[in-house]
DNA sequence: TTGCTCCTCACGTCACGTGAGGTGGC
DNA sequence: TTGCTCCTCACGTCACGTGAGGTGGC
């Protein structure tokens, strides 16, 4: 038999989980002494101890380990548990991956810029939405082409949605379609209604996308830096861009420098992003 | 301006944890209400809500990320916090990677055998041990061969110590070493005297190991099983025998089949381990 | 009037670590 | 008498989730 002390070293565990497990009645003492409430270990109780142990190092808590060890769970059951564990540490493993690329990827940031990034790339699911929308072209993507086009569109969108009497039910948003002569900008707002042709617009409903985003503080003018670092972002971090980017409009006073654009970015995971 | 609830949906949170970030006075809102308590939320505040949930996701507590946002810790000190966070990753994928080779070894064996094994292996770190010990040799690992050898060995031992007045201070051991001619058997037992030979044993340091290690139940006669079971235990874990075994009697009373023997296996894991 | 959103407590989570305050045997 | 070990509470950890119980504006 060993006092409490001797058998936690023999276990390599704390006198306190011991006790705890003879709370939890995991694994209580083979004798405790009635007028001090001294606890004993039999030798033999060393394997259940490392059965605890074990199950617990496989990641199962403590009220799971007990429903093993007292055999509550039959084998079909354990097969379950352990299939469902391996999925779970499979994911563990990969966010774990994942995070270490994003904590090098900042390393380096700083390394080279000797600051923190002052906006922060946030991936999101983006779900769908319905949209009334008109669409214009540009020649590229610069803001010197789109800003000419886009203005004009919201303020038709605006008017016509008001003769129509349709109501709008959230940001103004933009969005860019890459096409043979240019870029396909189609500006929407958010309604509630059924879909097809208005007068001089149409409604769609915008599909839910993974998207990386990164809120741009000022005029669109000046956010060719921030889109740029959301592309470099995604490379780094072990993504892909699918093109088609999307800009939020959070708010839209008349002073353009204290505009707030939220970009998003479509995206998917590169395959295998690989360690290191 | 937004309520708390469409701030919430803007940046993927829990309106729960928007309230935390308040009561931490992580982000607080622009604006309160002073007669409700409503929030009120800047549309410019998402990017400081981006860069809560992206350090966040890096594995910061929110004390940590509150100290970097309000810029109570430099660039030295980031770059410090991150390279250690890196380190942390490192080995939490490790981790997982190990426990994922362990569940799947646990699959195997149940796809096998069909029930969960009786007793389980647990890695120890052991610490060094200073005994008094003799040694004798035996023709093979065999139990048919060790048995004869390694009992009459604690018996002179016991009787040897005795004379000499040294008392012992933990259970025997029984240590093996490969030999030429067959197997040196070490019976060892625990002194606290100096280094030095006795008469008719000698007083040494065993070194400290990590061991795998298995309890079994039962006359040594029967422990090939449990040998085997910790043979391939080392291997589909990703580790590697070092030899030179040990086994430490935890009860040894006259009836062989109450015996508890724990036996350690010395290890070092396999380079790179490798997934799935 | 019915929903919907908002508010403030305050308990629960999980496996112990860490005192506080006290006892029993060498 | 001094250490050492043992005991039983009971708070703290961490980032919220989840009610309970109630209010304010459409």
Same mark, same amino acid.
Request: charged letters at 25%.
């Given at each position: 038999?060993?006092?409490?002390?001797?058998?936690?070293?023999?276990?390599? &565990?704390?006198?306190?989980?011991?006790?705890?497990?003879?709370?939890?009645?995991?694994?209580?003492?083979?004798?405790?002494?009635?007028?001090?409430?001294?606890?004993?270990?039999?030798?033999?109780?060393?394997?259940?101890?490392?059965?605890?142990?074990?199950?617990?190092?496989?990641?199962?808590?403590?009220?799971?380990?007990?429903?093993?060890?007292?055999?509550?769970?039959?084998?079909?059951?354990?097969?379950?548990?352990?299939?469902?564990?391996?999925?779970?540490?499979?994911?563990?493993?990969?966010?774990?991956?994942?995070?270490?690329?994003?904590?090098?990827?900042?390393?380096?940031?700083?390394?080279?810029?000797?600051?923190?990034?002052?906006?922060?790339?946030?991936?999101?699911?983006?779900?769908?939405?319905?949209?009334?929308?008109?669409?214009?072209?540009?020649?590229?993507?610069?803001?010197?082409?789109?800003?000419?086009?886009?203005?004009?569109?919201?303020?038709?969108?605006?008017?016509?949605?008001?003769?129509?009497?349709?109501?709008?039910?959230?940001?103004?948003?933009?969005?860019?379609?890459?096409?043979?002569?240019? &870029?396909?900008?189609?500006?929407?707002?958010?309604?509630?209604?059924?879909?097809?042709?208005?007068?001089?617009?149409?409604?769609?409903?915008?599909?839910?996308?993974?998207?990386?985003?990164?809120?741009?503080?000022?005029?669109?003018?000046?956010?060719?830096?921030?889109?740029?670092?959301?592309?470099?972002?995604?490379?780094?971090?072990?993504?892909?861009?699918?093109?088609?980017?999307?800009?939020?409009?959070?708010?839209?006073?008349?002073?353009?420098?204290?505009?707030?654009?939220?970009?998003?970015?479509?995206?998917?995971?590169?395959?295998?992003?690989?360690?290191?």
């Amino acid at each position: 038999m060993f006092a409490i002390g001797d058998f936690a070293r023999l276990g390599r &565990v704390s006198v306190r989980m011991l006790r705890h497990y003879d709370a939890l009645g995991l694994l209580v003492p083979a004798r405790v002494e009635p007028s001090t409430g001294y606890r004993s270990y039999a030798a033999a109780q060393l394997s259940r101890l490392n059965r605890i142990i074990a199950l617990k190092d496989l990641g199962f808590t403590l009220r799971q380990v007990g429903e093993v060890l007292d055999e509550k769970v039959g084998i079909d059951e354990l097969q379950g548990m352990l299939r469902l564990r391996r999925a779970e540490l499979e994911t563990e493993a990969e966010a774990a991956r994942a995070r270490l690329l994003s904590v090098e990827a900042r390393l380096a940031i700083i390394e080279a810029e000797g600051r923190m990034p002052a906006a922060e790339v946030v991936v999101k699911q983006i779900p769908a939405i319905r949209v009334a929308e008109t669409t214009g072209i540009a020649a590229s993507y610069e803001s010197a082409d789109v800003g000419p086009v886009i203005g004009p569109l919201f303020d038709q969108l605006c008017s016509r949605l008001d003769a129509a009497g349709i109501e709008t039910v959230g940001s103004g948003m933009a969005c860019y379609e890459p096409a043979a002569d240019g &870029v396909l900008i189609h500006a929407a707002l958010p309604v509630a209604v059924d879909l097809g042709p208005g007068s001089g617009f149409e409604v769609v409903d915008l599909p839910p996308i993974e998207a990386a985003t990164l809120v741009h503080h000022g005029s669109m003018d000046t956010a060719d830096f921030a889109v740029q670092q959301l592309g470099r972002w995604i490379e780094a971090n072990g993504y892909h861009s699918l093109g088609y980017a999307r800009e939020l409009n959070l708010e839209c006073p008349p002073d353009r420098d204290l505009w707030v654009t939220e970009l998003q970015e479509p995206i998917v995971k590169t395959a295998r992003p690989g360690a290191a």
